[in-house]
């Protein structure tokens, strides 16, 4: 069964500093893959999306991801981050004509 | 464009009550998915439809039930509420994964936050 960990239920990161959340998924073959983002109080929003071609995908407000197939990873960067990004981070992972499975999030604080 | 309705935004229930989450999505997408949010969880997968007339079971399917008898439409039905179903709901839509890749997204509505007291 597909199946998407991410290892970190919080981070903190000073305002400025460079940004890594860790995703790992299980899967058969590769599989599409997403990150959104969850605003307090508010509904997820698309970061980026990965289906094939560049493993180096670029996203909305300044993040992109790396997918690497011999690690089954999926990691979301942003090189400086900025005091309104402290939100939630899903990672979620899905394979052709199929549902969407989401990870259980990893809380992103900034420190100023 | 209104994308992910979700109503009501906001209920109370007492235990035993029953109640009808409606998602309505104007994107002619073919998936519907309804979600449960707890603190610590994420999003947990509760059922989903992948067309008019079809459901399907996700991850915590029990105590709940949905319909999807619009293409437009996807309810989630609570018959007998218990306070272990205190929770955000979430519904997305999409198109069906394996289209055109610049179309497949899941849109989110904004959440219900259901309180079982």
Redesign the interface.
């Known amino acids: 069964a597909q199946s998407v960990t991410q290892p970190d239920i919080h981070i903190t990161v000073s305002e400025g500093a460079s940004l890594e959340l860790r995703c790992n998924y299980s899967y058969g073959a590769t599989p599409y893959l997403f990150w959104y983002v969850q605003s307090p109080g508010q509904g997820l929003q698309l970061l980026l999306k990965y289906f094939s071609g560049d493993t180096l995908v670029q996203g909305i407000k300044g993040f992109e991801a790396e997918f690497k197939r011999s690690q089954s990873s999926f990691n979301l960067r942003k090189p400086s981050v900025h005091w309104s990004d402290a939100a939630e981070y899903f990672c979620a992972v899905a394979r052709r004509d199929d549902k969407i499975i989401f990870g259980k999030g990893t809380r992103l604080h900034i420190l100023p | 464009n209104a994308g992910v309705t979700q109503t009501p935004k906001f209920r109370v229930l007492k235990t035993g009550q029953s109640m009808t989450l409606l998602c309505a999505q104007d994107m002619n997408h073919e ?1 519907m ?1 309804w ?1 449960r949010q707890d603190p ?6 509760i059922h ?1 439809s ?1 067309g008019e007339g079809t459901t ?1 079971k ?2 915590v399917p029990d105590g709940y039930n949905v319909s999807r008898l619009k293409k437009q439409n996807f309810l989630l039905g609570l018959e007998s509420a218990a306070p272990s179903q205190t929770s955000v709901y ?1 519904c ?1 839509s ?1 198109y ?3 289209g055109s ?1 610049e179309n ?3 849109f ?4 219900t936050r259901l309180t079982v007291v």
């Open positions: 998936y998915y979600y610590g969880m994420g999003l947990r997968l989903y992948v399907a996700g991850e979430f997305a999409s069906s994964l394996g890749a497949t997204e899941a989110f509505g904004q959440g």
